[in-house]
T-cell receptor
Framework: GAVVSQHPSWVICKSGTSVKIECRSL??????MFWYRQFPKQSLMLMAT?????????EQGVEKDKFLINHASLTLSTLTVTSAHPEDSSFYIC??????????FGQGTRLTVV | GENVEQHPSTLSVQEGDSAVIKCTYS??????FPWYKQELGKRPQLIID?????GEKKDQRIAVTLNKTAKHFSLHITETQPEDSAVYFC?????????????FGPGTSLSVIP
């Protein structure tokens, strides 16, 4: 299957700072990537759809000014959590789909805001 | 938008028995239904998927059935083994292409007791 790589795997940051998470498709081009957030023992909640060369599409209830998404190339999407607060602590995971729609996930980023 | 429900939330079975997880979806336009297995702290892994033009698909000990009229789909695991213990997510997608977002059910925590 396709390989999606996410970096960093974990990060601890101070409240009020910003954190950038990278998602790369290693062996295929992904014009569309997706960002999810997963709280402990919960499901993956779709945050936004990242579109190469255009603005991201955010799900209802997700603050676009807080979660900045940039998809500058066919293999890289970034999620920046701005002015992070403890309630933003979560597992953030990206995915990219093959042409047939099979979604492959990055290894996820565990964000802890202290 | 699409809403995916999943039952049961937890399931314990004896090794060697079968496990069945059931899902329903709300959007009749959805036509691609993947299942993911997620072990603690790891990324979800695609284990099987089915498209709406197929009623059943099998891959070794895993099978999935789809009733498009009733908007139900199910995962069947036979001859369960301890390594099958994980959280399983069903999901639904419209179009089933790389551009289509995947919406996840809440998950089922499966425990296989040796």
């Amino acid at each position: 299957g396709a390989v999606v790589s996410q970096h960093p795997s974990w990060v601890i940051c101070k409240s009020g700072t910003s954190v950038k998470i990278e998602c790369r498709s290693l062996d295929f081009q992904a014009t569309t990537m997706f960002w999810y957030r997963q709280f402990p023992k919960q499901s993956l909640m779709l945050m936004a759809t990242s579109n190469e060369g255009s603005k991201a599409t955010y799900e209802q209830g997700v603050e676009k000014d807080k979660f900045l998404i940039n998809h500058a190339s066919l293999t890289l999407s970034t999620l920046t959590v701005t002015s992070a607060h403890p309630e933003d602590s979560s597992f953030y995971i990206c995915s990219a789909s093959s042409i047939l729609g099979k979604a492959f996930f990055g290894q996820g980023t565990r964000l802890t805001v202290v | 938008g699409e809403n995916v429900e999943q039952h049961p939330s937890t399931l314990s079975v004896q090794e060697g028995d079968s496990a069945v997880i059931k899902c329903t979806y709300s959007d009749s336009a959805s036509n691609y239904f993947p299942w993911y297995k997620q072990e603690l702290g790891k990324r979800p892994q695609l284990i099987i998927d089915i498209r709406s033009n197929v009623g059943e698909k099998k891959d070794q000990r895993i099978a999935v059935t789809l009733n498009k009229t009733a908007k139900h789909f199910s995962l069947h695991i036979t001859e369960t083994q301890p390594e099958d213990s994980a959280v399983y997510f069903c999901a639904a997608s419209q179009g089933g292409t790389s551009y289509d977002k995947v919406i996840f059910g809440p998950g089922t925590s499966l425990s296989v007791i040796p």
